[in-house]
Structures are given as structure tokens and as C-alpha cells.
């Protein structure tokens, strides 16, 4: 059977249905996943074929209007909920503990959760938070997954590891590894430091790839810009008037190519499932695609990538080995 051509106005739910019969028997985890999201967009599709899809919050209250939400538009979809907060090594060892011990095996980890804006802010770990919650947080989280994804593959299946970045990784000079370990509130910028998350997202993908040599597949993505609760936040409105997302008024400023909640997780769905991808492992996807061509210079650098796996392991005081 020919598979369609995703394009950029692909949805998720036409991504979920191309690759039901991929989808059908996985257990998938998804962070972030509140509602008006693009991960709650996720798994809402991937619910209707999948045998179980974990979601992900730090807010209780809010990962239980999820859990409604999604069992509510999927009747009889299997959904768990699972407390992670990114921030914290110690709620991340918690959650991953909890995972490890569930009965079924894990072929699909989707780090989506971001922590976009904002002041400068420190964890309780002492680490800056928008990196934080794109790149220790989910590090530790993969790595101590890592041997449960891994128990998943078959002579005919890989398990995968996918990463929502974003292109707001090439609006910067990319990852400051100097100021990782230590943070300075006067180097901090609520958007540049959002571009150096991203870029993170990438460099995580390609490394992760390669250092599995083969047993896991990862990949990283560009979902588009949607109108998602992050958007909509207080603390982000600034930062988006001024690169002329968002009108002064908060609005979505429609001269600006958004993409509906659908459209914007398809991505994220695709990396996750579409067979053509099998041998790509360690690319960057952008309207469903491949498209390594459009990652900037200092995401794509192989010896980045080396040199952030290394300082992150530090970091969070593991080594993530295979």
C-alpha cells in the first residue's frame, strides 16, 4: 500500500490513521500534556489505536482534567495519568520509578513538556528552569526509561524517542555549555534561553541516536506555531509581540502562518510512527517531513552534541550508556 505525502496542512488525526496498524498494541508516554496542547493533541489520536498512553503534569488538578478530557473523546481509550515535574531530579526518579514498574513494556517516549518564558528562575536542583524541563529533566527520564524502551524492541520493531523543538532554535547562537551547570541571572534571556532549549531538543536527538547505535530511534521536530496555552501565557506575550506572533493584544497575529492544534501535533505523530523514518533516526522533521537542511549549523554539529551529552551526565550526576 503507497503511503500519503504529509504536507504542512496534515493533521494528527490523518497521521494516527495512516499508521493505526503501527500504533495498534504500543504503549506510549507523553509529557506534557494539558489541555489546549499540542501533547494533549497527541494523545488524543495515538489513544484511539494505542493499547495505553501515559500522560504527563506537573498539576494534578490538571493532568485530571486530561485524563477526563481524553477518556471522555476516546471512550475506551486505556489512559494513565503520571505525576512528573521536569524541574526536579528527584520528582523526575519518582516518576520513572513509577513507570519502570508498570506491567506493560514502553515502546514510545515523547519528551513534548516545555517551559517556555518568564523570569530568570531556579530549581530546587539550582538549574535554570526552561532547561531544565527541556533537557535534565527529560535526560534523567530517558536515561532511567531507557532500559525499559530497550525491552521493547523486537527483531521487527525499535522503540523510539521523540523530541518537540521547535525553529526558534536557529533564532540564537545555539546551546551556551558554560552556563549550564551554573546559571547567571545576568546571561539569562527568557527568549534566548528559549532558543537554547530547542536547540538542546535537536543536539539530545541526533546524540541519543547515535550513541544507541541502532536500539533506540530518536528524532526531533519543528511542530509549527499554534495557538497553544503556552502562547496564551502572560509571561510569553512580550517575547511574542516582539518576534510578531502575537498582536499587542494578545491575539494571534494573522499574518503569521499558524497551524490549527491538529496540523501541529501531526509532527509530533509522525516521528512517532511513520515507517519511512526507519532508517532516518537522528533527524530533524519539519510539516512531517524530514528536513535536516533547515537545522542551524550549531544544532547539527556532532561534537555539540558530544559535548552537551557529557555535561549533562554531570549535571544530573548519571551516565546515560548503552
Same mark, same amino acid.
Given at each position: 500500500? !503507497?503511503?500519503?505525502?504529509?504536507?504542512? !496542512?496534515?493533521?494528527?488525526?490523518?497521521?494516527? /490513521?495512516?499508521?493505526?496498524?503501527?500504533?495498534?498494541?504500543?504503549?506510549?508516554?507523553?509529557?506534557? =500534556? *494539558?489541555?489546549?496542547?499540542?501533547?494533549? &493533541?497527541?494523545?488524543?489520536?495515538?489513544?484511539?489505536?494505542?493499547?495505553?498512553? +501515559? +500522560?504527563?503534569?506537573?498539576?494534578?488538578?490538571?493532568?485530571?482534567? !486530561?485524563? &477526563?478530557?481524553?477518556?471522555?473523546?476516546?471512550?475506551?481509550?486505556?489512559?494513565?495519568?503520571?505525576?512528573?515535574?521536569?524541574?526536579?531530579?528527584? /520528582?523526575?526518579?519518582?516518576?520513572? /520509578?513509577?513507570?519502570?514498574?508498570?506491567?506493560?513494556?514502553?515502546?514510545?517516549?515523547?519528551?513534548?513538556?516545555?517551559?517556555?518564558?518568564?523570569?530568570?528562575?531556579? @530549581?530546587?536542583?539550582?538549574?535554570?528552569?526552561?532547561?531544565?524541563?527541556?533537557?535534565?529533566?527529560?535526560?534523567?527520564?530517558?536515561?532511567?526509561?531507557?532500559?525499559?524502551?530497550?525491552? %521493547?524492541? @523486537?527483531?521487527?520493531?525499535?522503540?523510539?524517542?521523540?523530541?518537540?523543538? %521547535? #525553529?526558534?532554535?536557529?533564532?540564537?547562537?545555539?546551546?551556551?555549555?558554560?552556563?549550564?551547570?551554573?546559571?547567571?541571572?545576568?546571561?539569562?534571556? *527568557?527568549?534566548? =534561553?528559549?532558543?537554547?532549549?530547542?536547540? $538542546?531538543? +535537536?543536539?539530545?536527538?541526533?546524540?541519543? %541516536?547515535?550513541? %544507541?547505535?541502532?536500539?533506540?530511534?530518536?528524532?526531533?521536530?519543528?511542530?509549527?506555531?499554534?495557538?497553544?496555552?503556552?502562547?496564551?501565557?502572560?509571561?510569553?506575550?512580550?517575547?511574542?509581540?516582539?518576534?510578531?506572533?502575537?498582536?499587542?493584544?494578545?491575539?494571534?497575529?494573522?499574518?503569521?502562518?499558524?497551524?490549527?492544534?491538529?496540523?501541529?501535533?501531526?509532527?509530533?505523530? @509522525?516521528? /512517532?510512527?511513520?515507517?519511512?523514518? #526507519?532508517?532516518? *533516526?537522528? !533527524?530533524?522533521?519539519?510539516?512531517?517531513?524530514?528536513?535536516?537542511?533547515?537545522? $542551524?549549523?550549531?544544532?547539527?554539529?556532532? #561534537? =555539540?552534541?558530544?559535548?552537551?551529552?557529557?555535561?549533562? &551526565?554531570?549535571?544530573?550526576?548519571?551516565?546515560?550508556?548503552?
Amino acid at each position: 500500500m !503507497s503511503l500519503p505525502t504529509f504536507s504542512v !496542512s496534515t493533521t494528527a488525526e490523518e497521521v494516527a /490513521a495512516t499508521f493505526a496498524e503501527q500504533i495498534r498494541g504500543k504503549n506510549v508516554l507523553i509529557t506534557g =500534556t *494539558s489541555l489546549n496542547g499540542i501533547g494533549y &493533541e497527541a494523545a488524543r489520536v495515538i489513544a484511539k489505536y494505542a493499547n495505553l498512553v +501515559i +500522560i504527563t503534569g506537573y498539576n494534578a488538578e490538571r493532568l485530571k482534567l !486530561s485524563e &477526563e478530557a481524553l477518556k471522555k473523546e476516546v471512550p475506551g481509550a486505556n489512559v494513565r495519568p503520571l505525576t512528573l515535574d521536569l524541574t526536579s531530579f528527584a /520528582a523526575v526518579r519518582k516518576a520513572a /520509578a513509577e513507570v519502570n514498574a508498570y506491567p506493560e513494556p514502553l515502546h514510545v517516549l515523547i519528551n513534548n513538556a516545555v517551559n517556555g518564558g518568564g523570569d530568570f528562575k531556579l @530549581t530546587v536542583d539550582g538549574l535554570e528552569s526552561q532547561m531544565a524541563t527541556a533537557q535534565f529533566g527529560p535526560f534523567l527520564f530517558t536515561k532511567l526509561l531507557a532500559p525499559k524502551l530497550l525491552a %521493547s524492541g @523486537t527483531a521487527t520493531y525499535t522503540p523510539r524517542v521523540v523530541f518537540v523543538s %521547535s #525553529e526558534a532554535h536557529m533564532w540564537g547562537p545555539g546551546v551556551d555549555l558554560d552556563n549550564l551547570a551554573h546559571p547567571k541571572a545576568e546571561k539569562y534571556n *527568557s527568549a534566548g =534561553t528559549y532558543t537554547q532549549a530547542k536547540s $538542546a531538543n +535537536i543536539l539530545f536527538a541526533s546524540e541519543l %541516536s547515535r550513541r %544507541s547505535g541502532g536500539k533506540i530511534k530518536a528524532y526531533s521536530l519543528h511542530p509549527g506555531t499554534i495557538y497553544t496555552n503556552g502562547l496564551q501565557k502572560e509571561h510569553n506575550k512580550a517575547d511574542l509581540v516582539n518576534v510578531g506572533v502575537l498582536n499587542p493584544d494578545g491575539t494571534p497575529n494573522s499574518n503569521f502562518p499558524f497551524k490549527t492544534m491538529g496540523q501541529g501535533a501531526a509532527t509530533t505523530v @509522525t516521528a /512517532a510512527f511513520d515507517t519511512r523514518l #526507519e532508517d532516518q *533516526s537522528g !533527524s530533524f522533521l519539519w510539516d512531517c517531513v524530514v528536513a535536516n537542511e533547515k537545522v $542551524a549549523p550549531h544544532s547539527a554539529d556532532p #561534537e =555539540t552534541a558530544k559535548k552537551l551529552w557529557d555535561v549533562t &551526565e554531570e549535571i544530573v550526576g548519571e551516565k546515560f550508556t548503552f
